[in-house]
């Protein structure tokens, strides 16, 4: 376990406690692409940071390597306290809550069914998650009627919602999520942004999100990250990134996300 460093009210490095999610020099090749250049990443407990950036740029790759989905060329991962290796990654997984968009659930099971399988599968009795759902449902903001119904029975953000119950059925320490809110209209997405700010909160979990905008990040997120090119350029609060950029291709992503808000409210 890797302890980490940060500053004190006055400014001096102080050790502080081990990362949640922690990267050191990890890298990802597909043949010829480079998904993934050699990435340092700390996200420390309790923190929710948001990895921003254009399409191609490595993000997901990323998720997958912390999850342990795919293996890393270079360097290493860890999670909670954790080294992810081929021994480990499925132990983890149940460490760690993955929402991807539109909530990825199987369609041929009942919303019950999609958020209460792995805790089946581990052999969980009904009383206790018929329980679980109750208190997840009121969390998330979910009727209890929708349970019974099928994917193709629910609206877009009910589907969503389902996918974090079933990413949040065992209490992980982690949280990813792999633009959750992208195929959301307009309403339903701020309403949903609203509540997992809440969640965030109230839940004190640590969250990696990743999103396309750099308004969303700037909402949920504690801090934002931006890649470009299987490179991470910078890691930051909104501000920082704003005031501070350390890279023109940072300045550009930002002015081009503020035109593209602009454009959409005309």
């Known amino acids: 376990m890797v302890r ?12 502080g406690p081990p990362a949640a999610i922690l990267l050191r020099d990890v890298s990802k ?12 990443l700390e996200i420390g407990a309790g923190r929710t940071v948001a990895l921003v950036g254009p399409s191609g740029s490595g993000k997901s790759t990323l998720l997958r390597l912390i ?9 290493w991962v860890e999670v909670l306290g954790e080294r992810v290796s081929a021994k480990t990654a499925v132990g983890l997984r149940r460490r760690i809550g993955y929402v991807i968009q539109d909530g990825g659930l199987f369609p041929h099971l009942s919303a019950r ?3 209460t399988l792995v805790a089946r599968h581990l ?44 990413a949040l059925m065992l209490d992980p320490g982690v949280l990813l999520l792999d633009e959750p809110l992208g195929a959301l209209d307009p309403v339903r997405r701020a309403h949903l942004q609203d509540d997992l700010r809440a969640i965030f909160r109230n839940l004190g979990k ?6 396309h905008d750099i308004a969303e ?50």
């Open 29 to 40: 090749t597909y043949g010829a692409k480079r998904a993934v250049l050699p990435t340092d």
């Open 113 to 115: 069914a999609n958020a």
């Open 206 to 211: 640590t969250v990696l999100l990743v999103t």
């Open 67 to 75: 999850l342990g989905l795919v293996a890393t060329d270079t360097g």
């Open 217 to 266: 990040a700037a909402y949920l997120a504690d801090e934002i990250a931006v890649m470009h090119e299987g490179v991470l350029l910078q890691k930051g609060t909104f501000d920082e990134l704003r005031q501070k950029p350390t890279n023109e291709i940072v300045s550009r992503f930002l002015r081009a996300q503020r035109q593209n808000s602009i454009g959409a409210a005309r």
């Open 4 to 15: 980490r460093e940060v500053l004190d009210g006055a400014g001096n490095g102080v050790t």
């Open 123 to 166: 052999d969980w009795t009904r009383a206790a998650c018929e329980e679980r759902l109750h208190k997840l449902a009121g969390l998330v903001g979910l009727d209890g009627a929708l349970w019974d119904r099928y994917p193709v029975e629910l609206s877009g953000g009910e589907r969503q919602r389902v996918g974090l119950v079933r």
